[in-house]
């Protein structure tokens, strides 16, 4: 519980200027966030501390900082752009950060959709995880990203398995320029834009793990990136760990759908049991990639039986894919290969059709 009831406001704006009113006001439509308007500092009291984001305009800022409320997350003092230097007088005062408007209506408007929890961005996220090890889970995942930026989509990977040796190795950009987890570790609530920050391969841009320092994000610092990569991504897609931590509980409770890569062999029907145990309640699998090694002894329709999920596709063993994974080719790349079909399939599906922006 979060101790506020239905009746509470989710976000509050304090001013009595027009001008600055209309602009959070379009603010809030654009987050799907409908204010409550107060032209009053003093009733800004009774809301101050329950309200999940309070916007205090420079106009009333001195009133609301002689009333010393406690200090709070979400809250922000805003003007208009001319007015620089008065709004940021009133941000230590207040405890709160500085939005100039109308240049900082995309920042102001990303931030008050996290604070109420609506889902700003139109971007889709689709997690990828392995029954076992040897199921291609990482490749399908790196394969899904290029396909779809093969056809215009702006595309992030995210790597969220601390012990996978980093993904950016596995698309040859490992020597790339670029942030990678450790430089995101702390990160909370509102993030700016991840792109141009990350390494990019073929159109893909990427977020890996580190190798020569052991880090796992928490699930503050997941939430925050994929707030931010679902604003500026049409597409996200995560390679999750088979055992899921913090942050991989934080993208399967927020995947718009959730794929499991399997082998076609008894161990893999077993294996994946195990880690459909695992995932519990946290998030249903919305379908099964079956990789059919050679010589075949179970066929992919009988390993989806055995898990009870839906089979997607199949991939069979590719000797040539093996050799561009040496070499740090990018998966994907070959449009007849069975991997692109495979990610193709799987991207046609309607739970990955980009929404419209609010």
Request: aromatic residues 2%.
């Amino acid at each position: 519980m979060n101790g506020r009831s239905q009746d509470t406001p989710r976000a509050v704006v304090v001013t009595a200027d027009e001008e600055l009113l209309d602009q959070v006001l379009a603010v809030g439509a654009a987050a799907g966030v409908e204010f409550e308007v107060l032209s009053d500092a003093g009733a800004a009291r009774s809301l101050w501390a329950v309200a999940s984001a309070v916007v205090v305009g420079v106009d009333q800022a001195a009133a609301v900082a002689q009333m010393l409320l406690p200090r709070r997350a979400e809250a922000y003092v805003v003007g208009l752009d001319d007015a620089r230097d008065l709004v940021h007088a009133w941000s230590v005062p207040l405890g709160a950060a500085v939005v100039l408007l109308p240049s900082g209506v995309s920042w102001l408007t990303g931030a008050i959709a996290d604070a109420v929890g609506s889902r700003v961005g139109s971007g889709r996220l689709l997690a990828v995880v392995g029954a076992s090890g040897g199921a291609g889970t990482s490749t399908f995942a790196a394969g899904l990203a290029i396909v779809a930026a093969q056809h215009d989509q702006r595309c992030l990977l995210i790597d969220a398995d601390p012990f996978g040796g980093g993904i950016d190795l596995l698309v040859g950009a490992e020597r790339a320029p670029g942030w990678r987890w450790p430089r995101l570790m702390a990160a909370r609530g509102h993030l700016g834009g991840l792109a141009g920050q990350l390494p990019q391969v073929d159109g893909v841009d990427v977020l890996s793990m580190a190798r020569n320092e052991w880090s796992e994000p928490g699930a503050e610092a997941m939430k925050a990136v994929l707030l931010s990569a679902t604003r500026s991504h049409d597409l996200v897609v995560v390679d999750l760990p088979r055992q899921l931590g913090s942050a991989g509980g934080e993208v399967v409770r927020r995947a718009d759908i959730m794929v499991m890569t399997a082998v076609a062999d008894l161990r893999g029907i077993a294996a994946g049991v195990g880690v459909l145990s695992h995932l519990g309640d946290a998030g249903a699998v919305a379908g099964l990639v079956v990789r059919v090694p050679r010589p075949r002894t179970v066929s992919a329709e009988t390993v989806a039986e055995g898990l009870g999920l839906p089979l997607l596709a199949r991939m069979n063993e590719d000797a040539v894919l093996r050799v561009a994974a040496e070499r740090g080719d990018p998966p994907g790349r070959a449009s007849r290969s069975g991997l692109t079909k495979a990610c193709q399939t799987v991207l046609d599906r309607p739970e990955l059709k980009v929404r419209p922006p609010l």
